[in-house]
């Protein structure tokens, strides 16, 4: 078990690493837009990296290469909210393949689907920080190589809980 604290670490087994949250906390009470990291349990359901950025990595996952067209519905209007979808698109979306390192490598976390419902909020990664440890939208951030070292022993059982 993945265990996310309030104070901004991130422990999993004999890791322990700093990481950014949102910049409205943790809560229950989530909702689109809101910069707040979902308290719960959730599971890991995929892991994409960039190939050309991210060289060697191993992961008890399939790892999803990133390619230019891939990104992830955040627009509560679209039929396709808090899924990966393919570009083009005429909805707000969080693009994959970016300049910024952050979506070098992203661990997605099954945070309202199944089923999901319209505004409780979408894209709730595990990705690499901004510089400092910047506050996120509401996802997980942490330093590349630590993510990098967290990737390599979680299973597809390991569970995130945040709180």
């Known amino acids: 078990m993945i265990i996310i604290n309030k104070s901004g670490f991130i422990k999993y087994k004999n890791l322990k690493f700093r990481c950014a949250l949102g910049k409205a906390g943790i809560s229950k009470k989530k909702m689109e837009g809101d910069n707040i990291t979902p308290k719960g349990s959730y599971k890991i359901v995929s892991i994409y990296y960039r190939k050309d950025r991210i060289k060697k990595i191993s992961s008890k996952f399939s790892l999803i290469k990133i390619t230019k067209k891939m990104a992830w519905c955040d627009d509560p209007n679209s039929k396709n909210y808090n899924q990966p979808i393919t570009l083009p698109t005429k909805y707000n979306c969080e693009k994959f393949f970016i300049k910024d390192n952050v979506y070098d490598l992203i661990l997605v976390l099954n945070y309202n689907m199944n089923p999901t419902i319209k505004n409780k909020g979408s894209a709730i990664f ?14 997980i951030a942490l330093k590349k190589k630590h993510l990098i070292q967290l990737v390599k022993e979680v299973k597809e059982k390991t569970t995130v809980t945040i709180g």
């Not at 595990?126 to 996802?139: D, E, F, L, P, S």
């Open 126 to 139: 595990i990705h690499i920080a901004k510089r400092n440890y910047k506050k996120t939208a509401g996802c």
